[in-house]
Structure formats: C-alpha cells, structure tokens
C-alpha cells in the first residue's frame, strides 16, 4: 500500500543492540499500530497511538517502547534486542476506532 | 480473555466452494474482520460483520452468529490465487483486534 512504509524492510541484529523500526504513513490516520507476526501465534498487538503522544500498550509490550512525535510516524524500538524478539513485525493504520485495518509491507528482524 | 479459534490448515479444489469457520470467545463484542494474507505478504481486508447475517461481496462472503460466537468466510468459485491464509479477527473493545492464528487455504488444480 503506497500509504504505508515500514523500514527497514529486512534487519540483522545482534543480541543486546538496540534496533528501532519505522512506520512512515501519508493518508493522516490517527490511529497506528504495531503487531508482531510469530508462526502458531498469529497477530499480536505490541503498541498502538491515538494521537501524537498519546500512545498505549498492547498484549506484548515488554521489551518494546514506541514513539509518535508527528502525525505520519510511529518508532517502535527495541531497547536491547533479544533472539525471542525475531519476527515479522507490521505496522498498520485506519482512520477511525472500527474501521478495517491496512497494513505495511513488514519487517523481518531476525536477533542473533 | 480473548479466544479465538480457527482450523490451521484447509485445502480445496479449484472451481469448489470452500468454508473456513471461525468460533471466538471475547469478553466484549464489537464485531469481525475478515483478511486475507498471501505468503510473505501483508494482510489484507476481506469483510467486517457487525449484526447477525451474511454479508456476500463478490466470491466471498461472510457470516456471522453473536448468540453462538461463529462466523464464517465462504469463497465460491475458488482459484488458484485464492491460496493464502485468512486471519479471522475480533474486535472486542476500543483500538484493539484480536487475531485468530490463521487458516492456511491451499487450492489445488
């Protein structure tokens, strides 16, 4: 979806470095998030943003902090990256509370 | 607690009709999504069901049970493109979708 960006589209880390992924958007949604994509997990929320500043925390949010200084971005950082947190990791916006969710390309992360 | 269950894998014949069914036990009820993910791929939106009923768009349709926790996505006329997997996901409160595990359809010729 050409609203959407996440980069870096791949990254290799090593255990103990911190990693931060972007979330870049152009359709002005208030609402972002960030889910993470495990095999026999399915899709699990991390952090999401209401608003600029206003974030909160999602089903799996140790080890994970995020920020939202501008409307278009969302930074999901990991503060010490652990082998655990190797993942597919999604962003996804929508305009309103219930509205159908549409996501980024993903990054794989893989921590070493 | 949210629960959310769904077959793991499904395979069909092109040209079938296949059903991929969805129960879910959430402690609140706002509605359903339906996407539909190919390999390596994001997800992508199918349907949202709020009132009981079936909602048909297309080859797919969807249907919904609040009284019975179920839903369920049918594809008519299934191609080969078809083959991927379906997230089933409930909304149970404000911001926050709960993810099924997904059902891997595969269609063979």
């Known amino acids: 979806d050409a609203g959407i960006t996440q980069s870096p589209r791949h990254k290799v880390t090593e255990t103990g470095t911190p990693v931060t992924l972007r979330c870049h958007q152009t359709?002005?949604?208030?609402?972002m998030y960030w889910y993470r994509q495990d095999p026999g997990h399915g899709l699990r929320l991390i952090h999401y943003?209401?608003?600029?500043?206003?974030?909160d925390k999602g089903e799996v949010s140790d080890g994970y902090s995020v920020s939202r200084s501008k409307t278009e971005d969302f930074l999901l950082t990991l503060e010490s990256a652990t082998s655990s947190q190797t993942s597919v990791y999604f962003c996804?916006?929508?305009?309103?509370?219930?509205?159908?969710?549409?996501f980024g390309n993903g990054t794989r992360l893989t921590v070493t | 607690g949210q629960n959310i269950d769904q077959p793991t894998e499904m395979t069909a014949t092109e040209g079938a009709i296949v059903q991929i069914n969805c129960t879910y036990q959430?402690?609140?009820?706002?509605?359903l999504f339906w996407y539909q993910q190919h390999a390596g791929e994001a997800p992508t939106f199918l349907s949202y069901?709020?009132?009981?009923g079936l909602e048909e768009k297309g080859r797919f349709s969807s249907f919904l049970s609040r009284s019975k926790g179920y839903s369920y996505l049918l594809l008519k006329e299934l191609q080969m493109k078809d083959s991927a997997s379906y997230l089933c996901?409930?909304?149970?409160?404000?911001?926050?979708?709960?993810f099924g595990k997904g059902t891997k359809l595969s269609v063979i010729p």
């Open positions: 996804a916006i929508n305009s309103v509370d219930n509205s159908p969710l549409h």
């Open positions: 359709e002005n949604h208030r609402y």
């Open positions: 943003s209401y608003g600029v500043k206003d974030t």
């Open positions: 959430t402690s609140g009820f706002n509605g």
């Open positions: 069901n709020v009132l009981d």
């Open positions: 996901a409930v909304e149970a409160g404000s911001y926050q979708l709960t």
